[in-house]
């Protein structure tokens, strides 16, 4: 099978020749401290490209993708003509720190000494008004200049590779209005001021239908998968009421949702971490295909409950190897024993594609990474 055959399978739920692999996505990917230490390891001489400064992820080169039997690759939109983006270095409290101001006026910043990740030091909807919501310049989501060349990229991919093709993570509705007012104040209008989450809301939920629509409607037809995403779940359930999403933040993920099944036939991704069992039967009546990452050492994700609960319904992408508590940690005999484990119970039927829970971390041995693709290759294959 090719790539893409393998992977249009194992989404309709259907045995392929062996497991679909994936590596390289915003959500699926892998840390640059980390990738710099695997190719040295790999003896692979390259560059090393940012995928996202905020998480610090690099772009895996086609080498290190051919050498673990990734089978999908990633078309994304990119800034709009009038965005630079560009980092910033500026000294304050005695330290230098990379500054990135993005599109909403949120700005993640990193200190020059630690060099991990990104963290919001500016909420620029932290002190504000419902009134200020309509005057704030929210940016236009459907701006052209956003999709420029993205088709032509797609088309190329889809005629010249055998990979299957998924969007880069969008369609973050909710987070990114805690990512506008802070998380501490989101969180106490969540109890005080639903007026105010709603009306935010419904601006980002409107960015996002603008952006889809504009997005898919350059590469709607050449794209297998869709990924979207917010987290709604920590580790032990719901981070705020269950109620409050049905009733507020649900209603806006749907309007996402609607705009992506009426511009594209592709599956549709949706990531949230933690354990979202709470959510996960809201998820497949929004008309969600596939769910990651799959945290599955959280109390309610246990593979054998999940597989057997929504097996039929969802597609299971990650959940092949606990990145907190065993991939850091753990001889690389004991990660391929653990990956055989969970395939065991994620493989039957199709509806699986292999992948880490969420990002290969700073501190993962490079031996780690290479066993765990290693033994999703050799026990992934059917019959």
């Known amino acids: 099978m090719t790539s893409r055959e393998r992977v249009i399978k194992a989404l309709n739920h259907e045995e392929p020749d062996r497991i679909p692999i994936d590596l390289g996505g915003f959500q699926t990917g892998i840390h640059k401290r980390a990738y710099r230490v695997l190719i040295n390891h790999l ?9 996202d400064p905020v998480q610090q992820l690099a772009i895996p080169s086609e080498s290190v993708l051919q050498k673990f039997h990734a089978d999908i690759r990633y078309v994304t939109a990119h800034s709009p003509d009038d965005f630079e983006g560009k980092i910033e270095i500026n000294d304050r409290e005695g330290r230098r720190w990379h500054d990135l101001r993005d599109e909403f006026g949120v700005v993640w910043s990193m200190p020059d000494d630690q060099m991990l990740y990104m963290d919001i030091s500016h909420h620029p909807l932290a002190n504000a008004s419902l009134k200020n919501i309509e005057s704030f310049p929210f940016p236009n989501g459907g701006d052209p ?22 969007s880069g993570i969008c369609g973050v509705t909710y987070e990114v209005c805690w990512y506008l007012r802070g998380m501490e104040r989101w969180f106490a209008d969540v109890l005080e001021n639903r007026e105010f989450c709603e009306a935010l809301l419904d601006r980002t939920a409107q960015y996002w239908v603008e952006w889809m629509t504009g997005f898919l409607g350059e590469v709607g037809d050449v794209l297998d998968i869709i ?13 705020f009421s269950p109620r409050f999403y049905r009733e507020v933040v649900r209603p806006r993920q749907q309007r996402v949702i609607n705009a992506i099944k009426k511009h594209s036939h592709a599956k549709i991704w949706y990531h949230t971490c933690g354990d979202c069992s709470e959510y996960i039967p809201d998820l497949i ?44 940690f753990v001889s690389p005999e004991k990660i ?21 829970v ?10 780690n990474i290479v066993a765990m693709y290693e033994a999703a290759y050799e026990f992934g294959f059917y019959g």
């Open 227 to 239: 990924m979207i995403g917010d987290d709604l779940t920590g580790q032990d359930g719901p981070l």
């Open 336 to 356: 391929m024993d653990e990956v055989r484990k969970n395939l065991e119970v994620f493989k039957p039927g199709g509806g699986y594609v292999f992948n880490n």
């Open 358 to 367: 969420h990002n290969i971390q700073p501190e993962v041995p490079p031996e």
């Open 43 to 51: 003896g692979f001489n390259e560059e090393i490209q940012t995928l």
């Open 145 to 166: 200049s956003r999709f420029t060349g993205v088709r032509e990229k797609a088309l190329s991919m889809r005629q010249n590779t055998p990979y299957a093709l998924s």
């Open 285 to 328: 009546d929004m008309g969600i295909d596939i769910l990651n990452p799959v945290q599955i050492n959280t109390r309610g994700m246990d593979p054998k409950f999940l597989k057997a609960a929504y097996g039929n319904d969802l597609v299971f992408w990650g959940g092949g190897m606990d990145s907190q508590r065993v991939l850091p």
